[in-house]
């Protein structure tokens, strides 16, 4: 069979709830609308967990944390758990990634035939967590409140730096896809850092949201009424010492819907490209979590309210009718779906994958219930979570049940666990049948105990980074005198006789 090329577009913290149906009427993302109009859209999509690592670790390999291991952003991707880049390589595709994948330990590729940027974030465990010390923060690397009362204006930061690489070397890859020097079939992800905090945007975006009414604050609770967990993230972002304005909030959230129209302008640059140069390839556009942004008091992520875990997933392939789709879904059901898609068959692997295809899903099948798990900074043991039709039910050994109906109640405001107690028995039943929440805290427990000493030992005396180096072969790139010039020219040349 004809393998179908596959283009991934992956944002870093794009809240889903601004993707209703696409992007929101407010949203100036019209690279983004035009691809929703021949998309399936999954509206009721979520993260595998809250958190970048873990999340991205459950969407390249269509498992959770409990069984990948990667428990939070400094815990080892193990090299034996397969990808979709080690299936679509092994059908035949190349498999290229420009971009952030925040892979911790020394495998930086994870099935990927060629990277074309280092990664944004380091690849050691030094951001390991550590449930022995519940409360403390690890200053030099938690999050706190300066990305809020810092938002602004800016031409050029940090996180720019790396995504104006990611998009041009995107295009370049592109470019070098046409000229049909290799006729494989290819897997190409493209992986941005926005707009993913701090909330600065450069001035071009940041006016497009002058007096836009959905950078007001959303409403807050106090800390007394806040669920444990929101208030150990209230404590692990040092939110008492950083007391915020409305102003600030106005800001940040005017700095974050800029970046959304900032990767808008860099996936459009993408798909011009892919336009210009007469390829066809199937689009699958998410994010790995989400923002609260403000929202019950609480920014970044790390929770599993809609905030935070919901996010867009889009996809526009070839026999895939573009519409709808209000089936609660998750990040990873991608890996299973892409190979559907691909025609490759997941068999070998699929009794230890959490995910399932989503070509059903898109025909009107329902899916079981969505599982995602957090085990990160901030919590001081697991957190499991269930979203099936309305409910959304939320689990930790440290905590009261959490049960919201989000039919009735989209902001979850009012727990339904001590009310409702068939809908609690039903779903807690069902968290008992898929964990074992001693058991995956004894693991978490374990993993971040080793890790502080291995991290500690390696950083002492000589250091060896794990961090992805891209390798530039100079001597093989425009003219060189080991190459013929008229072939060169002519090959690198597309489209040619025109």
């Excluded at 944004?120 to 967590?129: L, Q, S």
């Excluded at 609770?221 to 950083?242: E, G, I, K, V």
Aim: charged fraction near 25%; aromatic fraction near 10%.
């Amino acid at each position: 069979m004809t393998r179908p090329n596959i283009l991934i577009l992956m944002v870093d913290q794009l809240n889903g709830t601004f993707f209703p149906d696409g992007p929101a009427p407010f949203l100036h993302a019209p690279n983004l609308k035009r691809l929703a109009e021949r998309s399936v859209r999954f509206t009721q999509t979520y993260t595998g967990s809250p958190l970048c690592a873990p999340a991205r670790a459950s969407f390249m390999s269509g498992q959770l944390p409990s069984r990948t291991r990667v428990y939070d952003n400094a815990a080892e991707f193990q090299s034996d758990i397969p990808t979709y880049a080690h299936h679509l390589r092994r059908a035949g595709y190349q498999t290229s990634l420009s971009g952030k994948m925040h892979f911790v330990g020394p495998d930086q590729m994870h099935g990927l035939e060629e990277r074309l940027t280092t990664d944004i974030y380091p690849a050691d465990f030094g951001w390991t967590p550590d449930y022995r010390k519940p409360g403390e923060r690890i200053d030099w690397w938690y999050h706190n409140l300066g990305s809020v009362t810092g938002a602004g204006v800016a031409e050029i930061t940090n996180q720019y730096e790396y995504d104006d690489d990611v998009a041009h070397q995107a295009t370049q890859k592109l470019y070098d896809l046409s000229r049909g020097a290799d006729d494989r079939p290819w897997c190409l992800t493209v992986s941005f850092t926005h707009p993913h905090d701090p909330y600065v945007a450069r001035r071009k975006y940041w006016d497009l949201y002058e007096g836009c009414a959905e950078t007001e604050p959303p409403a807050a609770l106090s800390y007394d009424d806040m669920d444990p967990h929101s208030q150990r993230l209230w404590d692990a972002c040092d939110s008492d010492a950083t007391p915020l304005t409305d102003d600030m909030i106005r800001r940040a959230r005017r700095g974050y819907f800029a970046n959304i129209s900032y990767v808008d302008d860099k996936i459009g640059e993408i798909l011009t490209v892919l336009e210009a140069t007469r390829q066809d390839a199937i689009i699958l556009f998410t994010s790995d979590h989400g923002d609260m942004l403000g929202d019950r008091g609480l920014w970044f992520k790390m929770n599993f309210f809609e905030g935070s875990a919901r996010v867009p997933l889009m996809i526009a392939a070839p026999g895939v009718a573009a519409g709808r789709i209000d089936t609660p879904v998750s990040t990873i059901d991608v890996t299973p779906t892409l190979c559907d898609l691909a025609g490759i068959s997941m068999e070998g692997v699929m009794p230890w994958t959490d995910g399932t295809s989503l070509r059903p899903v898109a025909s009107g099948i329902p899916r079981d219930p969505v599982p995602m798990e957090y085990a990160a900074e901030g919590s001081i043991a697991p957190l499991v979570a269930l979203r099936e039709g309305p409910w959304k039910y939320i689990r930790c050994a440290a905590d009261p049940d959490q049960l919201y109906n989000l039919d009735t109640d989209p902001e979850e405001r009012d727990n339904l666990a001590p009310a409702n107690p068939p809908a609690l028995a039903r779903l807690r039943a069902l968290a008992d049948t898929r964990w074992n929440l001693s058991q995956f805290d004894a693991q978490v427990r374990e993993s971040q105990a080793r890790r502080w000493i291995v991290y500690e030992a390696l950083r002492q005396g000589g250091y060896y980074p794990w961090d992805y180096q891209p390798l530039k072969k100079a001597s093989e790139r425009y003219m060189r005198n080991h190459m013929d010039l008229n072939i060169l020219e002519e090959s690198k040349r597309f489209p040619r006789g025109e």
